[in-house]
């Protein structure tokens, strides 16, 4: 409890005093900026600190060094600097330490790095056991962790960022396609081997200096065989042709709604995905498959009532790998089929003058309509067909019409239906009536 006030006086005013009154002289340094909270002002990496001098100059009071360890501040052990005048001075040839300048009431907090006990010797990279997520790569030799502490004795590590640079596969949203592109992923540091995220194609790696030989102009890069892929990715989309039918009914549905429902699917594929199969089943778990394609895209039509599973399953060459992609859910809804009595061709555009039937899930369609004395006035096959009321180009007589229908809906519903349709309000040549025939 003896060492807690000289903690918080410590962590006090290390921010506020100033960093020009320090200077490191006859080594290449890397100053870096702690958190506020280690209590430190900074961290300097020296490139050999016991071939370097740190320089203190004081305002004119009174100058205290002292020197703490992996222990803290708490810890503190008083040293003595030379001293020329307002200026002190000392050669950190005892490794990495922490240290502490008292000047009054002001105090000044750092961390002294010997980069020389801590080189990067990193002479061969090979590859390990990779899987599906992670590119092992195995180094001989090593760039150790290198830590500093803060005035309360709490262990940091300093990040060497050592560069590794790959190539791997990213999907572009415009061309719906994976395309190469260049990776860099960033190492603390390395004992022995370490990962990166598993490229999606096969690629040579590279591996840079830390980022303090980097910055003083040293270093040898280091590049790798190739290296083949197994990680596996992909993009699935499925498109549904969309219809404009005005007198079919809607199914609220993401996928599907009424039947026929043609779905175009299509997936993109990672190089390292050399099997993949769609696969279309009535069970949820996929535990039984309906049907399979193997080919990237494929149309389907759904004509079944009920709820169809999608997906798409990918493998690596040697299955260590697999994908499987969103589920798309593809429900059709229950026939439906309905015929008007009556409607009016001629007698206002657009308002009621075209006979429809109204429909839903309807695969099958097959409609005579007939005049009172058995002729056909028009044949259609398609539900979303209808009648505009004319023969032959012309309107017909307003009047009795007759229909015959045979259909079948996606639930396998057969349809029989007959009946007759009212024309009113026809306008035709005034030579014409209800009971002339139509010729």
């Known amino acids: 409890m003896k060492h807690l006030p000289f903690l918080l006086i410590c962590s006090l005013f290390a921010s506020s005093a100033g960093a020009a009154s320090l200077s490191v002289d ?49 810890y503190a052990e008083e040293i003595t600097p030379q001293r020329n005048g307002s200026r002190y001075s000392i050669v950190p040839n005892q490794g990495d330490m922490g240290y502490i300048i008292t000047e009054d009431s002001k105090q000044t907090c750092f961390w002294v790095v010997d980069y020389a006990q801590h080189s990067y010797h990193i002479s061969n990279i090979s590859f390990g056991e990779s899987d599906c997520n992670r590119a092992i790569l195995l180094a001989d030799g090593s760039a150790d962790a290198i830590a500093y502490y803060s005035v309360n004795g709490r262990r940091i590590v300093l990040s060497r960022d050592i560069q590794v640079e790959y190539y791997s596969m990213t999907y572009n949203e415009e061309t719906t396609e994976f395309e190469q592109s260049r990776t860099t992923a960033s190492i603390d540091d390395i004992d022995g081997q370490f990962s990166v995220p598993a490229p999606l194609c096969d690629t040579q790696f590279t591996i840079s200096p830390d980022r303090f030989e980097r910055q003083w102009g040293y270093g040898n890069y280091i590049s790798t065989s190739t290296f083949s892929a197994v990680a596996i990715d992909a993009r699935t989309s499925a498109q549904q042709t969309e219809r404009e039918v005005d007198n079919e009914k809607p199914l609220e549905a993401e996928l599907g709604g009424s039947a026929p429902c043609e779905i175009s699917f299509k997936a993109a594929l990672t190089d390292a995905a050399i099997f993949h199969r769609w696969e279309i089943s009535s069970d949820s778990q996929f535990d039984t498959v309906d049907l399979q394609y193997n080919d990237s895209e494929f149309t389907y039509t759904f004509t079944e009532a009920g709820t169809t599973y999608v997906r798409l399953v990918a493998n690596n060459a040697d299955a260590t790998c697999e994908y499987i992609s969103d589920t798309y859910t593809i429900s059709i809804g229950d026939s439906q089929l309905e015929c008007p009595n009556a409607f009016s061709p001629g007698a206002s555009e657009g308002v009621n003058d075209i006979w429809k039937v109204s429909f839903r899930s309807i695969i099958e369609f097959d409609c005579h309509i007939f005049n009172r004395w058995g002729k056909e006035i028009i044949h259609l096959t398609d539900p979303s067909q209808g009648w505009d009321g004319r023969f032959n180009g012309k309107l017909v007589p307003s009047g009795t019409y007759f229909y015959v229908i045979k259909a079948r809906g996606s639930d396998n519903r057969d349809y029989n239906l007959s009946g007759h349709i009212n024309i009113v309000n026809s306008r035709t040549q005034t030579s014409s009536s209800a009971s002339d025939p139509v010729e």
């Open 26 to 74: 006859g080594s290449q340094v890397v100053e870096i900026q702690p958190e506020p909270s280690t209590g430190l002002q900074s961290v300097y990496v020296i490139e050999n600190a016991s071939a370097s001098t740190i320089y203190y100059t004081s305002s004119g009071g009174n100058v205290v060094w002292q020197r703490f360890s992996n222990l803290g501040g708490g």
